[in-house]
């Protein structure tokens, strides 16, 4: 029986630096608390959690020969996550952000662009297709030269269940890039901000329906501190988000991926699946990036703690 979840998509090396409330003025110096170096991007950050929750996570990225890539890699190693299928390519380098949060968690991103915006259908192997129960794109807009419906095509033929996590389209694209897809993926995950976009709908729940309408078996919603709501076979659903003392939300949507894709991995129902996801995003907001998911018994005492 097929176990392992394959994640494709960014691999980005993410210079984090907490706490940034204001630049300093030009030619001034501020301190900060924490400053590192991780992997990021939404393919990465959610084979890292899964790999820390106990799946079996696999990694196709195409980043650049470079120490940024050299960096992010050794970062996704460490969380056993199987790189193996990376590809690292002389002629491009590796997609970079400066990640700033502020004292609350949130984020603002500067971000160049490299090897995930030239990531396409060849890089993605058919020996780890095959391989996988689940395929899974993260960060499905930002990669330009990925054509997604031949993707999920290909992973549905090799009878795996398929995943896609939107992110937010900077090059404005939208329902060009992803409708003929839709058909074709199992689980679609978005946020508010992008529901809306993808869909014309403002609300998170007629947005969510709208979507459902071209395909998915079940379209997600990431709601930040109000949790997320799934819609599926005709019925919406509502779940509430975990309390903790948020530190940086950065790695938040990834995280909730992570949790989700465990869920419907080990056939648990949709709704635990939610729970899941959802214990898993606020658990990791509690650290930078995804260094606050440790394991699956963590994720575990979250949920009977707070009975969610």
């Not at 899964?50 to 890539?69: E, H, Q, S, T």
């Not at 940086?248 to 996801?277: I, M």
């Not at 509690?286 to 009975?307: C, D, M, P, W």
Request: proline residues 4%; charged residues 25%; contains cysteine.
């Amino acid at each position: 029986m097929k176990t392992s979840i394959l994640c494709v998509g960014q691999l980005v090396a993410d210079i984090v630096v907490r706490p940034v409330d204001e630049l300093p003025p030009s030619g001034r110096t501020r301190p900060v608390e924490e400053m590192e170096l991780f992997s990021g991007g939404c393919a990465a950050n959610t084979a890292a959690v899964l790999a820390k929750l106990g799946a079996a996570a696999r990694l196709v990225a195409l980043i650049g020969r470079d120490p940024l890539g050299e960096a992010a890699l050794a970062d996704q190693a460490a969380a056993g996550v199987d790189v193996s299928a990376v590809i690292r390519s002389g002629d491009l380098p590796t997609s970079a952000a400066i990640v700033l949060v502020d004292g609350t968690g949130q984020r603002s991103f500067y971000y160049r662009a490299g090897g995930c915006e030239k990531l396409a259908n060849r890089h993605v192997p058919d020996e780890a297709v095959k391989a996988a129960r689940i395929v899974h794109v993260g960060g499905a807009m930002k990669m330009l030269d990925l054509d997604l419906a031949e993707l999920m095509a290909r992973a549905k033929a090799f009878g795996c269940l398929t995943s896609l996590d939107t992110d937010w389209d900077i090059y404005g694209n939208w329902m060009r890039k992803l409708e003929p897809a839709l058909p074709k993926i199992d689980y679609l995950i978005t946020n508010e901000e992008e529901a809306a976009m993808l869909s014309g709908k403002e609300g998170p729940a007629e947005a969510a329906r709208a979507l459902l309408e071209y395909g998915p078996k079940a379209v997600a919603v990431k709601r930040g501190n109000r949790g997320a709501l799934v819609a599926a076979a005709g019925v919406l659903s509502e779940f509430p988000a975990y309390r903790v003392d948020v530190r940086d939300t950065t790695c938040a949507g990834d995280a909730f991926a992570a949790g989700f894709l465990l869920g419907a991995s080990l056939g648990r129902p949709l709704d635990e699946s939610v729970r899941l996801g959802n214990a898993t995003g606020a658990l990791c907001t509690t650290a930078l990036s995804h260094r606050g998911v440790t394991s699956l018994a963590a994720v575990n005492r979250l949920i009977e703690k707070q009975g969610r």
